[in-house]
């Protein structure tokens, strides 16, 4: 018997082609134009302007090997793997008038850390995006949906994206994804510079909640660009692929309050069934220029009473808190080849205790097509601070996309 989420990522293609075809023979038959670019999908619009819609689509494949580094190296202890990480497709676009967006993006691989138990109300249906969004007036603009929560400049960088095979460390102890709510944001511009301020209100426990058992998330981020926007929203992407003529840089922060959360990490990490205030500080800066890439980051995450404990004193849950810094830094090489380093060290408040690690990763990239074509390979090694030999992890990662 099919799973129910084999069977909705039949239905989400079957979906999509059906969505592609009737476009098709809606352009024969009205003259809607219709065009085709990497990274753009495919572009359908209205003869009349009325809306502009683009169908996309995007795949990643990875192979992996993880093991500790020590002299007696047992085979068994070497762990690998060879799959598809990611298959996304997706619909964007403007319907009536320019101002008035929309965009709904499925996953057809389910990653593993989506996994959760239904019955705990949590999920993995295959939606990531499903938001419309309205430019109101110059700059200002509203969101509701389901989408990126302003967070860390690592969380909200698409994951297609990224310089290395996947996410750091850092971004998986931040502990930001999307999330379903109200967004608002607002962009000023001042001598040349821009400030925008974004600020939301969600359900604090991630994507795909069927059920809000906790409280609600209020987050808050504003981001300085001094030297004005970097080109084709290089705040996004990780490395300058675009060889910024001018200098770029983006300063940005925020806070986060997550009251009542039930989930260890705020909006990820297991269910608990017990409610802890969350309050997450966060900072970081961007630098482009002429090929060269630099990214720091920070967070602080406050939990009052961050382990939980039953009527025994078994531990049943720990909710992350503690500080964790790092940045990486890249070059683009001849040949669209770049070359990128990273570090990371994450600081767990003692009381969990979790172990304080270093992370520390090197990446090579070949771009064929931006971040859409690319085959990327990176080596990662963990020290942590005890005992425990280091990890070493390899992988090798083949995006493609139209």
């Not at 630099?294 to 382990?307: G, S």
């Not at 531990?315 to 992350?320: A, D, E, S, Y």
Request: glycine residues 10%; contains cysteine; negative net charge.
């Amino acid at each position: 018997m099919l799973s129910n989420h084999s069977c909705l990522a039949k239905y989400s293609l079957l979906l999509s082609v059906t969505i592609l075809l009737s476009f098709e023979i809606s352009a024969q038959k009205k003259g809607i134009s219709s065009r085709t670019e990497i990274g753009e999908g495919i572009k359908f619009t209205a003869r009349d302007k009325s809306y502009d819609v683009h169908l996309y689509g995007w795949g990643q494949t990875i192979a992996h090997t993880e093991f500790p580094i020590k002299s007696n190296l047992n085979l068994q202890e070497l762990e690998y793997g060879l799959g598809v990480t990611h298959a996304r497709t997706g619909l964007r676009g403007y319907l009536i008038q320019p101002e008035l967006l929309f965009h709904f993006q499925m996953e057809f691989v389910n990653s593993g850390d989506q996994i959760r138990n239904d019955i705990q109300g949590i999920q993995f249906n295959g939606l990531l995006d499903a938001f419309i969004e309205w430019n109101i007036y110059k700059g200002f603009n509203f969101s509701a949906g389901q989408r990126f929560v302003p967070g860390t400049r690592a969380s909200t960088t698409p994951i297609r994206n990224l310089q290395f095979a996947g996410r750091s460390t850092f971004d998986a102890f931040s502990g930001f994804t999307r999330d379903a709510g109200l967004f608002v944001w607002y962009d000023f511009e001042s001598n040349g510079a821009l400030i925008r301020t974004i600020g939301a209100v969600t359900q604090g426990e991630g994507a795909n909640v069927q059920v809000n058992s906790g409280g609600l998330a209020y987050t808050a981020r504003a981001d300085w660009f001094p030297f004005g926007e970097f080109t084709d929203n290089g705040q996004l992407t990780q490395g300058d692929l675009e060889k910024e003529r001018a200098p770029k840089l983006q300063l940005g922060g925020g806070v986060e309050f997550n009251d009542n959360s039930v989930r260890e990490n705020g909006h990820l990490g297991d269910l608990v069934m017990v409610e802890r205030d969350i309050l997450t500080y966060f900072a970081d800066v961007l630098f482009k220029y002429q090929g060269f890439a630099f990214q720091a980051d920070f967070v602080d995450k406050e939990v009052d009473i961050p382990v939980v404990y039953d009527t025994l004193f078994n531990t049943i849950g720990i909710f992350n808190s503690g500080m964790a810094f790092g940045g990486s830094g890249s070059y683009m090489l001849a040949d669209d080849i770049s070359l990128a380093i990273r570090y990371h060290r994450l600081m767990p408040t003692p009381v969990t205790k979790r172990i304080t690690s270093d992370n520390y990763g090197i990446a090579l990239s070949k771009y064929f097509a931006g971040h859409n074509v690319k085959v990327q390979t990176d080596i990662a090694l963990q020290v942590l601070d005890n005992d425990t030999d280091p990890n070493f992890q390899w992988q090798l990662l083949m995006s493609f996309g139209f």
